[in-house]
């Protein structure tokens, strides 16, 4: 694998695979964030922390 | 930039987006200062403090680097209380086979001694998938910055690696 190819899959995540940073992306799998499964807990934290909602923020503006 | 601007305004769904959109980047810079817990926990406290102070942005433009500061001194505030405290902390997905604990642990430990852009750069990568263009993207940083703290970041942590193994044979 040249040096170019190598860093296009560093850069795009697509192409020929570096297997250096293919085998790292597996044994880090492990730890990828779940955004949309800890979306309701940024809500849940806001409430229980009691900070302010803003005007807007009411029920009538959503 | 429409987003940040509707999120400025009391928008919780613009700002549901812009969670959506911006939480893998400030989980990457967490992850680079902590281990896992401790990392979520840093998403969550920057987004509050990002919703608490969001109207105070003038350019709503420079919303990512703005967030990925305040992710950055929330990471930092977490180390230095764990640090006073004694307590080390832990990556929980580390409990699976022995062969990769070790390996999990070593990649994490060596992208967490590499330099901060490069740390912060490799985690947004190689956790959470994302392309060196969304990075660009999210940081506000050029792509041309990005690209350099990629291929150096990956140049040091496969020499860190290799040696770590050369070391472990002797």
């Known amino acids: 694998m040249t040096r170019e190819r190598c860093n296009e899959y560093l850069w795009q995540g697509t192409g020929p695979e570096d297997e250096f940073v293919r085998e790292l992306e597996n044994v880090l799998a492990p730890f990828w964030y779940d955004t949309a499964e800890d979306a309701l807990e940024l809500d849940r934290l806001r409430t229980s922390l009691g900070a302010p909602l803003r005007p807007a923020d009411s029920p009538s503006a959503e | 930039v429409a987003l940040v601007a509707r999120a400025k305004a009391g928008d919780r769904r613009a700002f549901a987006d812009l969670y959506a959109r911006y939480a893998g980047m400030v989980y990457g810079i967490a992850l680079a200062e902590l281990h896992g817990p401790d990392a979520q926990d840093v998403v969550q406290e920057t987004f509050l403090k990002a919703i608490c102070s969001v109207h105070t942005l003038n350019d ?111």
Not at chain 2, 79 to 92: F, H, L, W
Not at chain 2, 96 to 109: F, K, V
Request: with cysteine.
């Open chain 2, 60 to 170: 709503p433009a420079a919303f990512g680097g703005w967030l990925a500061t305040i992710a950055r001194n929330t990471a930092r505030n977490v180390c230095r209380a764990r640090r006073e405290s004694g307590q080390a902390g832990d990556d929980p997905s580390t409990s699976g086979g022995q062969h990769a604990r070790i390996e999990a642990r070593a990649a994490l430990d060596a992208i967490r001694s590499l330099p901060a852009a490069y740390r912060e750069t490799l985690m947004m990568r190689l956790v959470q998938g994302m392309t060196g263009p969304e990075i660009a993207n999210r940081t506000g940083l050029t792509a041309a910055s990005v690209r350099v703290n990629l291929h150096r970041g990956i140049k040091m942590l496969r020499e860190r690696l290799e040696t770590d193994r050369a070391e472990k044979r002797v």
